[in-house]
């Protein structure tokens, strides 16, 4: 065998012995502190001051960088300090949840995710955050074993539910938890694999959300000031629901859409489907919302079942990717319902049918559809990669975890996958 066989050798052998040297410790062992999140006030006042409050709900949407619907509060001088995030941070989902959805959700508060906030940060109170020690465990490696465990559904067992509102048991989880701790090289090493795909799941959002911008501009430099009936400008179906016997989360059937629920940035996320479609929507179709919220849209992948959250609309003349942008940016269109003073639950076919979409210039208006278009071209390919990242980072995770696979194999894969 040569010299540089051997070392192959050595090194695979000595990452295998790095992978499995474990010990176990509490995670209440692991942390230097921990603290329940506060909501505070909605108004500003004396002795209080302007924070912005990360809730359960908007863990997704931060962790990629999106940190437009986190709420800004007022707390309390007094004891804010303590409760304030800093990089390296652990969030936790202590109450709340939802079917299919329990507690015990988490994310991490990195430097990354710190610079897209412009005041101080921290989380609400449904959620509590955890500092680790990071001369015991990375904090990076700390939050991927707690992913590893909501996404397997371990978690879900420290989850009581006596009430209507679900609460996770973390004094208990803390105290009782054993966490498998691997020498702190590996622990970062791993930290480091995962957070790649991370990274660049949050800057492809970020490009995506650039081009959005873009299009947007476009088709407002264009808005005249005459309006159309939506139902002159495109043809609108609405959806009705099948029954709930006919209905199944394991795929069978065609996807089934009842309301925002699985809106994501541009296309829904397949949960539900149903062996009897009632009402379709075809690939290309906008979905917008007819229930609270309504006008929310995203665009139909495939043909799909929508429900009586939803209708389908498709523009007459193909100019879907202008009027995607009509119906998402200009407040006009919603304006005459919020004019109204109420917080209008749902808007029916006669009032969906009739509402004023602006119209743009018709001289340019084919050349304004294809370079919007071609934009949204372009946030497709980006949405599509991430779903690849995201598929490969939550396959690598539990075979990381559990040293089935090594650091190594995991980062060709993930240099595979584009990270």
Known sequence: MSRRDWIKLFA????????????????????????????????????????QVIRATDFHDVSVGDTRKVPVRFLNQKNVQRRTLEPGDI?????GGSPGRPTGRTMIFSERVQAGFSSPVTCASFARFMRANSEIVDPRYLYWYLQSMYLSGEIEQYQVQHTGVARFQYTDFAASHLVPLPLIGTQQAIAEVLGALDDKIAANTKLADTADDLAKTMVRMTVTSLTQRLDEAANIVMGTSPKGSDLNENSEGIAFFQGVRDFGMRFPSRRVSTTNALRLAQKGDILLSVRAPVGEVNFSQDEVCIGRGLSAVRHKFGRQATLFHLLRHESSVWAPYEAEGTVFGSINKSQLHGILVPTVREDIASEIESKVGAIENTIAGFLA??????????TLLPQLMSGKLSVRDAEHIAQQAGA
């Open 91 to 95: 969030l936790i989902e202590t109450a």
């Open 12 to 51: 695979s052998s000595w990452e295998e012995f790095r992978m499995h040297k474990t010990s176990r410790i509490l995670l209440k062992d692991l942390l230097i502190t921990t603290k329940d999140g506060d909501w505070g006030k909605a108004e500003e006042q004396d002795g209080y001051e302007k924070y």
């Open 385 to 394: 990669e991430n779903e690849l990242l995201q598929l490969t980072r939550d």
